[in-house]
């Protein structure tokens, strides 16, 4: 069973920066996964903001349009993990993030998905951002 694993949230100021990160378990390679992180703020539905697909081809990424131009995500085989720098962040980016992945093989072409959450297989527990105005 494949388990991610998020962190570097925490509390920032609005016009701030941080970097969250995600680490898939042992045995699991990121240029096997999809990848993507989806953000989820109180009484609102789970939305994604930011996504890779496992080739690491930086034409095969896909952002919200939201947060074009302030949110980058890349990744580093050698430590397995997935990172999500955000910059220039509003308050109303404060939620609960939560990074997912899909194996190539059920995704089936080099891509990702920036849509449904259903088309991830994996999830971690989520890690919280709060931004203060």
């Known amino acids: 069973q494949v388990q991610v694993a998020e962190s570097g949230g925490g509390l920032v100021q609005a016009g701030g920066s941080l970097r969250l990160s995600c680490i898939l378990s042992?045995?699991?390679?990121?240029?096997?996964?999809?990848m993507a992180w989806f953000r989820q703020a109180p009484g609102k539905e789970r939305e994604a903001v930011a996504c890779?697909?496992?080739?690491?081809?930086?034409?095969?990424?896909s952002y919200r349009n939201s947060v074009k131009g302030r949110f980058t995500i890349s990744r580093d085989n050698a430590k397995n993990t997935l990172y999500r720098e955000m910059t220039n962040l509003k308050p109303e980016d404060t939620a609960m993030y939560y990074c997912?992945?899909?194996?190539?093989?059920?995704?089936?072409?080099?891509?990702?998905?920036?849509?449904?959450?259903?088309?991830?297989?994996?999830w971690g527990q989520g890690t919280q951002v709060t931004v203060s105005s």
């Open positions: 997912a992945a899909v194996h190539r093989a059920r995704v089936g072409y080099d891509a990702c998905s920036i849509g449904s959450q259903t088309w991830y297989s994996y």
């Open positions: 042992a045995g699991s390679y990121l240029d096997d996964y999809s």
């Open positions: 890779l697909s496992w080739s690491g081809n930086p034409d095969r990424t």
